[in-house]
């Protein structure tokens, strides 16, 4: 980790450089995993005498793992700014072993997939870092979590900007000044604040080319290096600009920041689905009360401590870009934010050719896209699988599916992605849940067979509805257990409040039935 003595920082004060040469290792927590693979630090937490795990019971319960993504925590920042950029997370794990009265280990990584590698199935895990982030993170190491609470600032805030930064003496003063000009985006494109700097840019009607950059002070020092006319601009967290210069990768006042994106949730605390509500609720508990301590404050650099999440926050976790289920992830055709005019020419990124009378929403989760078909002999439904980026076939999948029906037979139902499946539902009502990785079928069911229910005029339409611990046993539905699609219980699919076609899976532990396992 880089540091300056005063007398370094006195003799570079007096010279004539515009801006330092980079360090290996700025504090930029994209560069942390660079650092770990050559060796230069790793992190162990171990069960040692006098230590926050130490005093727990050898055969007590398997220890919670408290992963910690927080950029601005003092093992993932550098120790330049005093007060700043240096949370104090083994206090705050200390703090909840002895209110859990259950042993926390704790570990701070930038990838949450390597972090739970080979944990066992149902481990306690608590995950705290950039709530969009960690939600791409549980998504890529099929953690199934949700948003406890959020951590408030020294200012009392829940949420961090991003700021379009550009040379002190570039001309720019706002970002409808950068028109024409190249971007340095230092932002991992599944961060929230990536989606709300494209959005600010199409607001201020500009769209600059886009160039990636490995972490904020690559595109920070791009900004300074090149020697474009007009000179190219950066985006970056808000945080970054006084990480840049106290840790002296940036001279002070080399940056202006002409431009910042609507704010975003920053800083969320995760629970795993595997822990027990009675426990997750001693978790929050004990979380919440870190308010009262005021040194665990200080510690945490934070004013207020923890707040609950918000209602909105607590869906599944995903990433920001991701549109899972019919009308996007709430099902209520809602985005964070619109653009106030689109570009005058389109540019693709990619293009792939449709099948035959596509009627169903697409579907995206992480880095896939679900598409939903019909064969060109108008027999089978067509399933495929897409990449992303480049719309490479990942897999695809046909059922058959005869018959005739009113504006074609393609399935009109979007496919459904929950965790690691897919749920999908054929106009003729054959429903299926898959693999998301493979497309490998788990099961499958004939609706209005099974059930007895005439095929409406137009097909079955409506998508699956999943539901996860929402499910109120009073209401008379059917209920179909998530993994192994065994019905748990019938009642009439003719009730007047319910559409004939809406059919509900329910992944709820109960009677032993979990996500996982189903019954």
Known sequence: MKSWSQDALSSWRNSQQTHLHRPAFTGDPMDIRAFFTAGALLLICLVAPGGFAAKSPKNGPEPIRLVVMDPLAKELACACVKGYGQRDYRKLAAHLQTALKQRVTIEFSDDLAESIVGATPGREVIVVGDRSLVAH????????????????????????????????????????????????????????????????????????????????????????????????????????????????????????????????????????????????????????????????LIAMESRDGFKPASAQQSATPRASADWPDWRGPMRDGHVPRLPARLPATVKFVWKKGAMNGGLAGLTVSSDRLILAERDFADERDVYRCLKVENGELLWRMEFPAPGKLDYGQSPRATPVIHGDKVYLLGAFGGLRCVELASGKVIWERQLPCEFKVPLPTWGMCSPPLIVDDAYRESRECERIVGRTGLCHRRYPLDQPWIPRSLLGVYLRRIWGATPDRGL
């Open 137 to 296: 993170g549980a998504n890529k190491a099929r953690l199934k979590a949700h948003p406890l609470c959020e951590l408030t600032d020294s200012d009392g805030s829940t949420s961090l900007t991003a700021s379009f930064v550009a040379r002190s003496d570039d001309p720019a003063k706002e970002l409808k000044d950068v028109a024409g000009r190249k971007l340095f985006s230092g932002l991992n494109e599944a961060d929230d604040k990536y989606a709300a700097g494209l959005a600010a840019l199409r607001d201020a009607g500009v769209e600059p080319a886009t160039e990636k950059r490995r972490n904020y002070t690559d595109a920070a020092l791009d900004v300074l290096d090149s020697t474009s006319s007009p000179p190219p601009v950066a985006i970056i967290p808000s945080y970054a600009v006084r990480l840049l210069e106290g840790c002296g990768s940036v001279r002070p006042g080399n940056l202006k920041v002409i431009g910042k994106t609507r704010p975003v949730p920053f800083i969320t605390v995760f629970v795993a689905n595997s822990i027990r509500p009675e426990k997750q609720a001693r978790i929050l508990q004990a979380l919440l009360s870190i308010k009262e301590d005021a040194k665990l």
